[in-house]
């Protein structure tokens, strides 16, 4: 494959959307031609870069004009630049007979779907080259009557490695079958002529609707799904002749969100099962760093295509015949730098595999012979006779079942008949049935576009933006709609899917031009982010969650047009600004610095969360989740976790939001089968369990944060420290100490008379300090094998302490640390960033009290929150105030004792009568960086302010602040100094 062509790759970078600017995002991406830079502002790292094909500037530099977005300079990246360089090749790779693959990859939000599909007049990729298609196959028609040119339309998805027809009449999962031949192919995927670009668009916005509802009953309030549209481009050619059929087959993926990156791997957790973030797209990368390293010439690499349906499904496109394009779409956001920086890099992956693409040619003829051929010795192996696995086996597979060889020949022989029966059907019969189906498709969604204009409806949000407003409910004047599940006596005149929706949920009456709903009891029903109960009038720009993921907004035609006529106007609600209500947060501008990421996660989890306590409640697995926050780990911030608490065992877990995100593909797995009555999923193995965790596992008992910034004036520090867990509960206290040392280890002590004024005066000099962490004290007794970790400065390994079962451990544990030299990174570390402690142990389960036969719904509802929101908001700046008040302290008493030690050189000299004083004196005793020379007196400061409004319970004891004013001479030289106390 060597000598293949390379997979073109660009990049592409959007203007910030409207949550980024509310959260003060600061740009991280620059591009320099084929280029990509991006910046950790955060982190501090250093700027990565990476060169692709093309690299697409599309954050400024444009004008709209009259509704496309024109370059006002060089730099700016248009639709057209985009179709031009990446379009234009796969409309001359189809007509020439290649198949093509267009993959669209980057986090949810990252501007996928605007290169894609595009809005307005700002076209994509797709409707360019479908435009471009038709035009040219008219000509051609024109110029040569004889031949045929016909196009055909598929689009399919993969959820949960489930692979579903979006243009079927029926959600069922369609096997996956292979061929020596075809290689691997959906067997019963309908394939439907089309005659324009709006024939593919009424296709696309069917599959897209049904796409929708299947999401909401499977709970898919994300876009977790790949969507795959696949174009079969058909030339039937006269030529000396003879009748020559020329096909391409152009996929065009959108794979599913690529969020938050930071794999288990790389956070060192262990997953359920081994499930990644999305099996799909850990296979997808697996699989493309196994074709890199076959094409830069390593042998004997095995490519893992088996490894998910994504990858059976384009083996073609990525290491086989296809022309292959991928856009990688990136957030420009200083907060989505994790996400941006791991789309690079998959797509730096991606840009190494080479493909080798042929012309896909044959007499038309012969390829019905050959289909029919190859039949009729199917048939005859069917029947009985031997059986060649060959036909339906690859060289490298493992050896399969005769009952899978028989299925997989029975397989292959309906799609042959299929696609028999196709070429000898004339195309235009084919194209007037496929164009009654959509007449009438077309029809019933004029009849819903009118009713919208004037009836008073809902239409659902969800975070993927392709699929909202594609489900809507119209409530007629005079009407009374009961909304509920299906299977209700009466029947429902609303009847809704998923997770928390009541058999009879709500009643939406609609009288007049109003709007009112009575919630059934004990119905989880939102409206503007508000629990509610009752009766409520409902009003235009309502934001209605019914259930767990069931998300509404009300749209009332004539309440708009009253209000728009009195000049008021509404804000468009967005599915996250509808989450972000239900989780009391506040915009951006309220936030505090370096929250930002804390209050997206929040946002993003919340759903989640009662996704999984409702999927919890409905299998009764007796286990709760929870969002809390905990202190990040060397930083003065805090980051969103999952707490995961048994019923049955009184136990408490925390997990990474990636390891919850994870274990939630699995609870969806097994929720589905509970919905579709399989009941494989209460067979499952606790181990293999994602609502189950290792009673084993150690857990966090709490964390404390010690500030190292009196290391920097060359002080110790000793102190005793509250263990708060993430409620904010005490869990005991630590005793944690620290000490700078000299090159031998010995401690540097007040009678070494080392100071330093300014950390910054340590640059380039060796600093070595002793941790000590002796003991703890009231740890729980439901707790044994108790330790402490920690990780300092740059170590991506634990530091541990030894384990120790007791209420009061003894750890007695020493550690020497150094950094030699320091530098400037390391001073920031001590003045900006804490050590946090975790203090670690395994958990003794409280088994349930005897004959408690309550419910999980019935146990969640004793402790029951409205509001999905974090059971806690740790502050680790509690305990770094306390670390620096002491420091402060310390430097207070070491600036004292030089006043005194000054006072006394006076004295003296007053003794002596002298009045002078030598300044070789002074200057032993004020030994200080040439930056501050200045007489500090005490230093001893602490903002009361800002204590109080933290609800930090502190006493201000004193208050000392020293002025140093200097009288120059007009020469500018120091002619006194005098120091005043407050």
């Known amino acids: 494959m ?27 991406i620059r591009m320099e031609g084929a280029t990509t830079y991006i910046n950790d502002l955060e982190g501090g790292d250093e700027e990565k870069f990476f060169t692709f094909d093309y690299s697409y500037w599309s954050y400024d530099g444009f004008d709209d004009i009259d509704g496309y977005l024109t370059p006002s300079n060089d730099h700016y990246a248009d639709q057209k630049k985009v179709f031009d360089d990446v379009g234009v090749g796969i409309r001359d790779n189809s007509w020439n007979g290649f198949n093509c693959s267009l993959f669209a990859y980057g986090q949810t939000g990252s501007g996928k779907s605007y290169s894609i599909i595009g809005y307005g007049k700002n076209k994509g990729v797709v409707p360019l080259y479908c435009e471009d298609l038709f035009v040219k196959m008219a000509e051609l028609q024109q110029e040569n009557p004889d031949n045929q040119y016909q196009v055909q339309f598929a689009m399919l998805e993969i959820y949960n490695e489930s692979v579903f027809d979006l243009l079927a009449g029926n959600r069922k999962a369609l096997k996956i079958r292979q061929s020596k031949q075809r290689g691997f192919f959906v067997q019963g995927l309908k394939k439907t002529p089309v005659g324009s670009y709006k024939e593919i668009e009424d296709r696309m916005a069917e599959g897209t609707a049904n796409r929708t509802v299947a999401a909401t009953k499977m709970n898919a309030t994300s876009s977790r799904a790949h969507t795959v549209v696949e174009l079969t481009l058909t030339q039937k050619i006269k030529t000396g002749g003879a009748n020559m059929t020329k096909t391409s087959v152009v996929n065009l993926v959108d794979l599913a969100g690529s969020e938050r990156a930071a794999s288990t791997g790389a956070t060192g957790a262990t997953l359920k099962q081994g499930a990644a973030i999305n099996k799909s797209l850990s296979a997808l990368g697996n699989v493309i760093a196994a074709l890199a390293s076959a094409s830069e010439g390593k042998k004997k690499v095995i ?65 019905i012979r050959e289909l029919k051929e190859e039949n009729d010795k199917l048939k005859k192996m069917l029947e009985g006779g031997v059986i060649d696995k060959s036909m339906v086996k690859d060289d490298d597979e493992d050896d399969i079942s005769d009952e899978e060889v028989q299925a997989r020949l029975q397989a292959l022989m309906e799609e042959n008949n299929a696609e028999k029966a196709s070429m000898e059907q004339e195309w235009k019969e084919k194209l007037e049935e496929a164009q009654k189906a959509i007449e009438a498709l077309k029809a019933e969604q004029s009849r819903k576009q009118e009713m919208m204009k004037t009836t008073p409806h809902i239409m659902n949000l969800n975070d993927d933006e392709q699929l909202c407003g594609m489900i809507v409910f119209f409530f007629e004047d005079g009407s009374e709609n009961k909304v509920g599940t299906k299977g209700a006596e009466p029947p429902n005149n609303i009847e809704l899917s998923g997770l928390e929706i009541e058999t009879s949920h709500c009643t939406i009456s609609h009288s007049d031009g109003k709007l009112l709903m009575v919630v059934a009891e004990e119905a989880k029903v939102y409206v503007n982010g ?66 930002e990421l804390l209050q997206q996660d929040i946002a993003e989890l919340g759903p989640m969360i009662g996704e999984v306590n409702a999927m919890s409640c409905a299998m009764d697995k007796k286990v709760k989740f929870d969002i809390v926050v905990m202190p990040e780990e060397g930083k003065r911030r805090r980051t969103a976790m999952v707490s995961m608490f048994s019923y049955l065992t009184s136990c408490s877990y925390l997990l990474s939001r990636e390891e919850f995100i994870s274990r939630k593909y699995k609870m969806e797995e097994m929720y589905q089968q509970f919905v579709e009555g399989d009941e494989t999923w209460k067979s499952v193995p606790s181990s293999e369990d994602p609502f189950v965790e290792d009673e084993n596992k150690e857990t966090t008992i709490g964390t404390v944060s010690i500030s190292l910034k009196s290391l920097g004036y060359l002080f110790e520090q000793e102190q005793t420290l509250t263990i708060t867990n993430y409620q904010g509960a005490q869990k005991g206290e630590l005793r944690v100490e620290y000490y700078p040392t000299k090159e031998d280890g010995s401690i540097i002590t007040e ?33 044994e094998n108790v330790y ?20 009061n451990p003894e750890f007695n544990f020493t550690q020497n640390h150094s950094c030699v030299p320091v530098t400037d990174q390391f001073i920031d570390y001590l003045e900006k960033q ?17 004959g408690d036969q309550r419910t999980t719904k019935q146990l969640m509802a004793s402790n029951f929150s409205v509001n999905q929101t974090p059971v806690a908001l740790m502050d680790p700046e509690k305990q770094m105030i306390m670390s620096e008040l002491e420091s402060t302290k310390r430097r207070a008493k070491k600036q004292q004792n030089k006043l005194i030690k000054v006072q006394e050189l006076i004295d003296a000299a007053k003794n002596e009568q002298s009045e002078t004083i030598s300044v070789a004196d002074l200057q032993r005793i004020l030994e200080s960086n040439a930056d501050s020379m200045g007489i500090a007196v005490a230093v001893f400061k602490m903002n009361v302010n800002k204590a109080k409004k933290e609800g930090h319970l502190f006493k201000t004891t004193a208050q000392a602040i020293t002025t140093n004013e200097e009288v120059k001479e007009h020469a500018g030289q120091t002619k006194s100094k005098a120091c005043t106390i407050l």
């Open 530 to 595: 508000e629990y509610v109960s009752g009766k409520l009038e409902l009003m235009h720009g309502d934001r209605l969650l019914l259930g767990t993921n069931n998300m509404f907004t009300v749209v009332n035609p004539g309440e708009k047009e009253t209000a728009e006529k009195a000049g008021i106007t509404y804000h468009k609600f967005t599915y996250h600004d509808a989450m972000a209500e239900i989780q009391n947060l506040g915009s951006g501008d309220d936030a505090q610095k370096g929250e």
């Open 303 to 367: 490519v893992p295509f088996r490894d998910s349906s994504l990858t059976m499904i384009l083996k073609n496109a990525l290491g086989g015949n296809s022309k292959t394009v991928m856009i990688a779409a990136l957030s420009p956001a200083s907060v989505n730098y994790e996400e941006t920086l791991s789309t690079l890099r998959f797509a730096d992956r991606a840009k190494q595999i080479k493909t080798k693409a042929t012309v896909n040619e044959s007499p038309t003829d012969k390829l």
């Open 834 to 850: 804490s050590l946090v402690i975790e203090v670690m142990g395994t958990q003794i389960p409280v088994p349930v009290k005897p």
């Open 751 to 783: 009678e070494d008379d080392i100071f330093v004024d300014d950390p910054d005066t340590l640059v380039g000099q060796p600093l070595r300090f002793s941790l000590k962490i002796p003991y703890a004290r009231g740890v729980p007794k439901r707790f």
């Open 788 to 807: 402490c970790r920690y990780r300092y400065f740059l170590d991506t390994d634990y530091t541990t302490t030894g384990q120790v079962t007791g209420q």
């Open 2 to 28: 060597a000598e293949g062509e390379s997979v073109k790759v660009a990049v592409r970078v959007r203007p910030f959307n409207s949550r980024e600017k509310q959260m003060n995002a600061k740009l991280c």
